[in-house]
């Protein structure tokens, strides 16, 4: 209770919060990108030969592929070789301890309200911190060692456990996918790997910090989950970037891999810097996160807060191979000012009795633009498969725009599939009952976004629920009234 | 009882309002003491809701003439969560629904905010629970109303006992209520005026705003004033509702020379 209270007072005084620059020495390499970047990055990451193999055949492919342009979005002309693909905390070596790790990388994060120590002492979280390009440190290590549970930095996992990493990257997002996937391919430089064995419950939340410091670089992480038969994770991301006028690029890339009976849930709060109210700069979030429900009976669930980046683009996806497997894709998309976002999710049914829920509830505010763009395909052979989409659009200002683009491709004739889909505005009178009962207008808006958006937020795990309730009345400050 | 009669709540003087550019009030003239109720009764359209929504601040009217002191502040500079806080409470005539809003939320979003304009600390989660149960038996409404969504699928009878039952918890000291028997049947009618009378003392006051004699058979007003074509034009005791009702409202008009 006392949480929701802060949250309102927060509203009040609340803008970007996460707009600081940290001072950090940063190992930047020149701007530009060609096949000796591509060397440079996996030479510098120490990489086997198999790995620079995939990152150069990615990186031919990607010269040939023109940027897409069939999403809802006006995108600037992105000159790619005017970004650094490489930035990283300047160290010696990896840091073996909190003790080693750059006191004023651990004030970041402090700053963030995610101290580490504090996060390996209290909560129970194990949290992997991602600064620009390089994975900094993920705690609890050690204690997950113990359950089999293997939660690293993606580097480490290419040296530690190059079979798993090679058995499974790009085995569900290969580099061929799209553009940005293939420039991800070609440049990532970290991120995080998960591996969950047979019948292990992971007994804590996994979580990534991915944070943008350095200026005009890029950030191409790349996350890799895989659980074993009968295994269950619940893994959380966040990120935040500095403020500054020149739009900086993300291009992430999250596989996921559900075997037999084994359940994945990811949680987003995206947060990246969303550009100032006049729309300039801000983050570029191309994002490709794809999941394969492989086994039978797997689920995997994706849950989405989406209120940062200047432009989203992203479309977090399952693959339901396995029969009686389960794809779930709850998102909340809060654009504002002059924010655009084109999200959604594709259901792919190959298994039988496959089923998959879709909730999206779009929020648009300011002159921004909100889409929802998703496919629902049931093939020949997925046998009595069941879609419920139900996509919903929420209108704060008469100059913004919300769009709905729902695909349906059906070949199978058991399959049964609803869409619903609502578009509603908040109206002055709900706001001036709010107001005559004592509630001002930010607070009411606050209020009456976060019920709207409930059964997405009910979806986050606790931790991340508050801090996305925050987000969502922070976001939509200033833009009623 | 004498020295209430010096103590001014309300004071309204001279007040014109428009909406849309429209003149609707054209000089209303008011004075509330604590303790007293009054009856604001009139033809439809002759600005009884306007009056509510001025009061409130309904910001889709615009005071163009005149001056309102609310326990010596001028209202008219207040926004209307100010209002709120300072004691004025509106029962709306038509509650909005709020869907994903729960009731137990939103008031308690309500009462913290009145407790921060106080400078007093939120009230605690049990304090709460406590409160809502206590004032939900002022009008008889269901816990599972107060678990709902803000008015959302409530019947007209439940939307306006749930304005009472805000009423009660809000603890107003002027209480405004805007056609608050419209849509009652006669037990919704009896609940709600009775939860109203189980909520009047000598320090609040209430302002009935109404079309007919029926609402004021339960909340007896003090004074009972008509409202027409936006100027109070008549003021007298209880009686005169009565004969308006047995009348209606042309032998006014006829006296006004119209």
Known sequence: MQEEKDILDEVTTGDYKYGFVTDIDTEIIPI?????????????????????????????????????????????????QSISYYAAPRKKEGPKSLDEVDPELLKTFDKLGISLVEQMALSGMAVDAVMDSVSVKTTFKEKLAEMGVIFCSFSEAVHDYPDLVQKYLASVVPYRDNFYAALNSAVFSDGSFVYIPKGVRCPMELSTYFRINAANTGQFERTLIVADDDAYVSYLEGCTAPMRDENQLHAAIVEIIAHDRAEIKYSTVQNWYPGDKDGKGGIYNFVTKRGICKGDSSKISWTQVETGSAVTWKYPSCILQGDNSVGEFYSVAVTNNHQQADTGTKMIHLGKNTKSTIVSKG????????????????????????????????????????????????????????????????????????NQRGISTEDAVGLIVNGYAKEVMNKLPMEFAVEAQKLLAISLEGSVG | MKRRKFNLMLEIKNLHANVNGKEILRGINLTVRPGEVHAIMGPNGSGKSTLSSVLAGNPVFEVTEGEVTFEGKNLLDLAPEERSCEGIFLSFQYPVEIPGVSMVNFMRTAINEHRKYKKQEPISASDFLKLMREKREVVELDNKLASRSVNEGFSGGEKKRNEIFQ??????????????????????????ANGVNKLKSEHNATLVITHYQRLLDYIKPEFVHVLYKGKIVKSAGPELALELEEKGYDWIKKELGE
């Open chain 1, 32 to 80: 530009g990108l060609n096949e000796d970047v591509v060397r440079l990055i996996s030479s510098k990451k120490n990489e086997p030969q198999w790995l620079l193999d995939f990152r150069l055949k990615a990186f031919r492919y990607w010269v040939t592929l023109p940027m897409p342009e069939w999403a809802h979005l006006q995108i600037p002309e992105i000159d790619y």
């Open chain 1, 363 to 434: 929020i648009s505010a300011g002159f921004s633009q909100n889409s929802y763009r998703g496919l629902v395909r049931i093939t020949k052979n997925a046998e009595n498969a069941r879609n419920h989409s139900q996509c919903d659009s929420l209108l704060l200002s008469d100059k913004c725009g919300a769009h709905t683009f729902p695909y349906m491709e059906i070949n199978n004739e058991t399959a049964i599939v609803e869409h619903e889909a609502t578009t509603s505005k908040i109206s002055e009178d709900q706001i001036f009952y709010c």
């Open chain 2, 167 to 192: 009423m009660a918890m809000l603890e107003p000291k002027l209480a405004i209520l805007d056609e608050t028997d419209s849509g009652l049947d006669i037990d919704a009618l009896r609940i709600v």
